[in-house]
């Protein structure tokens, strides 16, 4: 268990990619939301229908939801890194994918088996994007760092 994570940094390129491949699996799902968070709490990216939520609280609670969820897998020795919360007319799914992120739907009316199906895709290119980020800014702080040693120099 992670006590403390360091802030994640996002490039302004794969931030946009990252909205453009939430609004596609809204807008081909019909989920009312769809976040992408840290196991921190951190809201990475949104989209949806959620102006009435509170979407950093959610996703303060998210987090600890799934926190508590992997602490539940160790007890029984079970790798769960996803799960569906059900209520009389709104449900959420969550995934934790790539060790620190969370994807988390929210909706009403759709058959769980048709949003776990399509987050599978979404994860792909979730972790594609976010990889493809991290090298960018590595590459930007290395220029940084250089830009800054000049400066020096």
């Known amino acids: 268990m992670t006590l403390v994570q360091e802030k994640i940094t996002i490039s302004k390129k794969s931030s946009e990619k990252i909205q453009e ?34 979407t950093l609280s959610l996703s303060a609670i998210l987090s600890g939801i799934a926190d508590s969820i992997e602490n539940l897998g160790r007890l029984v020795k079970e790798n769960i890194n996803d799960i569906t919360i059900e209520g ?21 009316g759709i058959n769980i088996g048709m949003v776990k199906f399509e987050s599978i895709s979404l994860i792909k290119n979730l972790e594609d994007t976010l990889e493809y980020s991290k090298e960018e800014i590595k590459k930007d702080d290395v220029n940084d760092m250089i830009d800054k040693i000049i400066k020096i120099i």
């Open 21 to 54: 491949l939430l609004k596609d699996f809204v807008n081909r799902i019909k989920v009312n939301g769809v976040f992408i968070i840290t196991k921190s709490g951190q809201l990475i990216e949104e989209y949806g229908y959620l102006r009435d939520l509170n």
């Open 88 to 108: 009389k007319e709104w449900k959420v799914y969550f995934k934790i994918f790539k060790e620190d992120y969370i994807l988390s739907c929210i909706y009403k």
